[in-house]
């Protein structure tokens, strides 16, 4: 878990690598604002174990195939 102000710099490589594959989802990633992209890098970075972070990616991105700004979990 982030404390309040902390963020997770760039992009997890998880999430990254799923984005590689699906252009449109990149796409839809890449014309979010800095705050929305910040909000999905977080909740995928932030998790402790690697396969946590593989399960959020591939949630983060049925969701921005979906067009969700925000994070609906």
């Known amino acids: 878990m982030l404390k309040k ?7 997890p490589s998880e999430l990254q690598s799923v984005l590689e594959n ?3 989802a990149s796409a839809f990633f890449e ?5 929305y ?5 977080d909740w995928v970075g932030s ?9 959020r990616a591939g949630k983060a991105l049925i969701m921005l195939q979906n067009k ?6």
């Open 5 to 11: 102000g902390e963020h997770i710099e760039g992009t």
């Open 22 to 24: 699906d252009a449109e």
């Open 31 to 35: 014309s979010l604002s800095k705050s």
């Open 37 to 41: 992209k910040q909000g999905y890098c």
């Open 47 to 55: 998790a402790k174990q690697e396969d946590t972070r593989k399960v």
């Open 68 to 73: 969700q700004k925000t994070l609906k979990t």
